[in-house]
């Protein structure tokens, strides 16, 4: 049985894990450099500005705090700080925000009966139609395998529709496996990238490779700082700064509190620097507004809400508008001492919509499922940017943002609205946009992080 302290000296000198983010660095153009050499630099650079704060951090850690771990990405340390020490940071003037290390719990999906029977009925799962994902496939080229990023509850690699798809992985929790215990991470893959193995085909982008990132365990649980540590990994997965292996689109069937606003502010701003696809669902709150939650919420972050197979936005489903704070003053305001100021925004969320109700994909063991959810939507919307990308592998975030919101077709309210986005993603236009426009070179084009959000 847990006891509370019986003495002031007891409450001093317990512990909390808290993420501690520093105020942003100088930022440092890097334009015309390969992008593997751009991230190896500024890896380097953030690096050891993280580590000289670490130095006065450490000064103001006393009894059992210290530093756990730092994330270049997030420009943040983990740190296990008591009372005390917590109260002597939050004074620095070097250090932007606290956070406590939060617990993170996937949305449970809804699980529908009406499974087996539909198996090899249909060519395609309704949400392969609706979205025009057959049309799409005919005009790429299949022998292009775009890579796709997964941050979820690991994967079956055995299953019929996935095997030898995962040329990466991780495991970021006990298990030591990127073995999928809890199913969901199987499924979102299935939609991705998935067969036809079972006589009905799953997914958006079937010769898509994959990066899997595990964070949940099999009780879909995790934490804020195993989160950013999966999210900086998958920027450079083999570690070598000399191979660009990482994904360019990264699929987040996952979410926290729709007020949780500086969590991953940093690291949505860095995988868009390096064009990194920040596809996020919009969450399962429900039909109130202001809902979707974080990290689809930020105007950094490309939400997915969920449609049924009639095209109706799903009760489930996430709504806006997203209350945001967008810094104002010039970074020269900032440096020479100014308070750092910060005007809200209302954003209207979320960017996209796709099919999320009674998705068919892949369960672990061989078998499969229907699951509900934006957690559902959320990989059809990844697979479309990987087929955009195989057409045309230069494309930036921005334009892929633009051309999967201008080919949709609009729902509910005209323009983009607060329920269904810009509408219903089209594959087959996307990728069409995507032929059309011109390929890119290679050399990195930077952008300052400070004009992101």
């Given at each position: 049985m847990n006891q509370r302290p019986s003495s002031k000296s007891q409450l001093t000198n317990e512990t909390k894990d808290v993420i501690v983010y520093f105020k942003d660095p100088q930022f440092h153009d890097r334009s015309g450099l390969l992008r593997s050499h751009a991230l190896e630099e500024e890896q380097t650079y953030v690096t050891s500005e993280i580590a000289i704060n670490n130095v006065g951090l450490r000064k103001d850690l006393d009894g059992n705090s210290k530093v756990i771990d730092s994330f270049w990405s997030?420009?943040?340390?983990?740190?296990?700080?008591?009372?005390?020490?917590?109260?002597?940071?939050?004074?620095?003037?070097?250090?932007?925000?606290?956070?406590?290390?939060?617990?993170?719990?996937?949305?449970?999906?809804?699980?529908?009966?009406?499974?087996?029977?539909?198996?090899?009925?249909d060519e395609n799962t309704y949400g392969l139609d609706l979205i025009h994902a057959p049309q799409a496939w005919e005009k790429v080229d299949k022998r292009i395998a775009p890579v796709v990023g997964i941050i979820d509850s690991g994967i079956d690699q055995t299953h019929p529709d996935l095997l030898d798809r995962v040329i990466a992985g991780q495991d970021f929790t006990s298990d030591g496996t990127i073995d999928d215990r809890n199913s969901h991470g199987t499924h979102v893959a299935g939609t991705i990238a998935g067969g036809n193995r079972s006589g009905t085909a799953i997914g958006v982008a079937p010769n898509a490779k994959l990066v899997i990132g595990k964070i949940f365990d099999d009780r879909g649980s995790t934490d804020l700082a195993t989160i950013l540590r999966a999210m900086e990994w998958i920027m450079n997965p083999d570690g070598d700064p000399n191979t660009d292996d990482a994904p360019r689109v990264v699929s987040n069937s996952w979410g926290a509190s729709s007020q949780f606003i500086l969590g991953f502010r940093n690291i949505v701003k860095t995988w868009r620097r390096f064009n990194i696809f920040p596809s996020f669902a919009a969450g399962n709150s429900g039909s109130g507004w202001m809902t979707t939650g974080a990290p689809g919420r930020y105007p950094t972050a490309f939400a997915v809400g969920a449609l049924?197979?009639?095209?109706?936005?799903?009760?489930?489903?996430?709504?806006?508008?997203?209350?945001?704070?967008?810094?104002?003053?010039?970074?020269?305001?900032?440096?020479?001492?100014?308070?750092?100021?910060?005007?809200?925004?209302?954003?209207?969320?979320?960017?996209?919509?796709?099919?999320?109700?009674?998705?068919?994909?892949?369960?672990?063991?061989?078998s499969y499922?229907?699951?509900?959810?934006?957690?559902?939507?959320?990989?059809?919307?990844?697979?479309v940017v990987a087929l955009a990308l195989s057409a045309n592998p230069g494309l930036s975030v921005d334009q892929l943002e633009h051309i999967i919101e201008s080919t949709a077709v609009d729902l509910?309210?005209?323009?983009?609205?607060?329920?269904?986005?810009?509408?219903?993603?089209?594959?087959?236009?996307?990728?069409?946009?995507?032929l059309a426009l011109p390929n890119q070179s290679k050399a990195f084009t930077d952008t300052n992080p400070d004009s992101m959000d």
């Amino acid at each position: 049985m847990n006891q509370r302290p019986s003495s002031k000296s007891q409450l001093t000198n317990e512990t909390k894990d808290v993420i501690v983010y520093f105020k942003d660095p100088q930022f440092h153009d890097r334009s015309g450099l390969l992008r593997s050499h751009a991230l190896e630099e500024e890896q380097t650079y953030v690096t050891s500005e993280i580590a000289i704060n670490n130095v006065g951090l450490r000064k103001d850690l006393d009894g059992n705090s210290k530093v756990i771990d730092s994330f270049w990405s997030s420009n943040a340390s983990f740190v296990r700080v008591d009372r005390a020490s917590l109260k002597r940071l939050a004074k620095r003037d070097d250090i932007k925000g606290i956070l406590a290390n939060e617990i993170i719990s996937l949305d449970v999906p809804i699980v529908s009966n009406a499974t087996k029977a539909s198996l090899g009925e249909d060519e395609n799962t309704y949400g392969l139609d609706l979205i025009h994902a057959p049309q799409a496939w005919e005009k790429v080229d299949k022998r292009i395998a775009p890579v796709v990023g997964i941050i979820d509850s690991g994967i079956d690699q055995t299953h019929p529709d996935l095997l030898d798809r995962v040329i990466a992985g991780q495991d970021f929790t006990s298990d030591g496996t990127i073995d999928d215990r809890n199913s969901h991470g199987t499924h979102v893959a299935g939609t991705i990238a998935g067969g036809n193995r079972s006589g009905t085909a799953i997914g958006v982008a079937p010769n898509a490779k994959l990066v899997i990132g595990k964070i949940f365990d099999d009780r879909g649980s995790t934490d804020l700082a195993t989160i950013l540590r999966a999210m900086e990994w998958i920027m450079n997965p083999d570690g070598d700064p000399n191979t660009d292996d990482a994904p360019r689109v990264v699929s987040n069937s996952w979410g926290a509190s729709s007020q949780f606003i500086l969590g991953f502010r940093n690291i949505v701003k860095t995988w868009r620097r390096f064009n990194i696809f920040p596809s996020f669902a919009a969450g399962n709150s429900g039909s109130g507004w202001m809902t979707t939650g974080a990290p689809g919420r930020y105007p950094t972050a490309f939400a997915v809400g969920a449609l049924d197979s009639k095209q109706v936005v799903t009760s489930f489903s996430s709504r806006g508008p997203s209350f945001w704070f967008k810094a104002w003053g010039t970074r020269e305001d900032r440096e020479m001492g100014w308070f750092e100021r910060w005007t809200p925004r209302l954003y209207t969320k979320p960017d996209i919509a796709a099919p999320g109700l009674d998705v068919l994909s892949s369960l672990p063991g061989g078998s499969y499922g229907r699951y509900s959810g934006t957690s559902m939507a959320t990989p059809h919307i990844t697979g479309v940017v990987a087929l955009a990308l195989s057409a045309n592998p230069g494309l930036s975030v921005d334009q892929l943002e633009h051309i999967i919101e201008s080919t949709a077709v609009d729902l509910g309210k005209s323009g983009h609205d607060n329920a269904y986005g810009n509408g219903l993603v089209q594959a087959d236009k996307v990728v069409e946009a995507a032929l059309a426009l011109p390929n890119q070179s290679k050399a990195f084009t930077d952008t300052n992080p400070d004009s992101m959000d």
